[in-house]
């Protein structure tokens, strides 16, 4: 393209909130057949509340598991700590600084509070850990076919509470969804929660093609797997476990509301929350390309 009609479309792409920080993913946006949105913040609103709570086990009241949960949360970035943090400052007011600090990427954090050791994260990362969760809780799928995500705690090797958080789809995603379709644009799911809630949200949303319960790197490794197939890739992301999948695709679009690393890792960034944005670029890609040929 010249540089004229993509100087054009990146102006009007501006006006529409849509910034185009790469001219180059202007031209191939035409070509995207496959668009990969991750889950939490992207096509949820990542503003997610916890909805169900309890303890397990007797070594431990509410008070104390809200206590060194808020107090490890406090720490990390992701939308799900927030909502943790929120619930934790409602039952237990007081939080201590916690040491050791890890998050375990995409799928919990660790860290030291007074002297324990917490854990907090999908079942997964627990018995990665060696900390058993209960038969009973771990296979009761209710929680996960509602679409809410489950997390476990663990403290000082032992599974002592369970809490579920519910993040709802934004409002324009099925709409958004239907008029990629209508483009013949192949439509995928890419997240870190389990596979039963990413079904129940991706059914909301009209989503048929889901990939749940990857990790960060392995975002990456299934956008190069897509771009096997032989077609320009899209993938929509906000979060630091993105960045790897957001630098792959031929087309890396970012929400506004994302980590900076995020930001720094896109082709084009979305200034409102809205997906109406993802539309906007494919078509101001569609405009400059036609505009020269
Ligand atoms: P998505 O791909 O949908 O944006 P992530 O990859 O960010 O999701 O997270 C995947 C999973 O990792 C979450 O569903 C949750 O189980 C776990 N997880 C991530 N961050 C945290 C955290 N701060 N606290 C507890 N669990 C977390
Ligand atoms: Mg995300």
Known sequence: ?????????????????????????LQTAEQVKTIVFD???TLTHGRPEV????????????????????SLEQESEHPLAEAL????????????????????????????VAGRRVLVGNSRILEQHGITVPEEVRDDDSLSAAGKTVLFIGVDGG?????????????????AVATL?????????????????ARAIAAQAGIDEVIAGVLPDEKQQKIE????????????????????????ADVGIVMGSGTDIAIESGDIVLMKSSLGGVITALSLSRAVMKNIR
């Open 39 to 41: 889950k939490t913040g």
């Open 51 to 70: 909805s169900d709570f309890s303890v397990i086990g007797d070594g431990f009241n509410d008070e104390q598991v809200l206590y060194l949960v808020g």
């Open 85 to 112: 943090v929120r619930y934790a400052r409602e039952h237990q007011s007081r939080f201590e600084q916690a040491e050791a600090f890890r998050p375990l990427a995409g799928s919990g954090v660790s860290g030291t």
């Open 159 to 175: 599974c002592v509470g369970m809490v579920a958080i519910a993040d709802k789809l934004k409002e324009d995603v099925p709409a």
């Open 225 to 248: 797997e897509l771009q096997r197939a032989g077609t320009a890739v899209a993938m929509v992301g906000d979060g630091i476990n993105d960045a790897p999948a957001l630098a792959q």
């Open 1 to 25: 393209a010249t540089p004229t009609s993509i100087m054009v479309g990146t102006g009007r792409g501006a006006q529409l909130g849509v910034l185009i920080k790469n001219g180059e993913a």
């Open 181 to 197: 379709r209508r483009l013949g644009i192949l439509v995928v799911m890419l997240t870190g929660d389990h596979p039963l809630t």
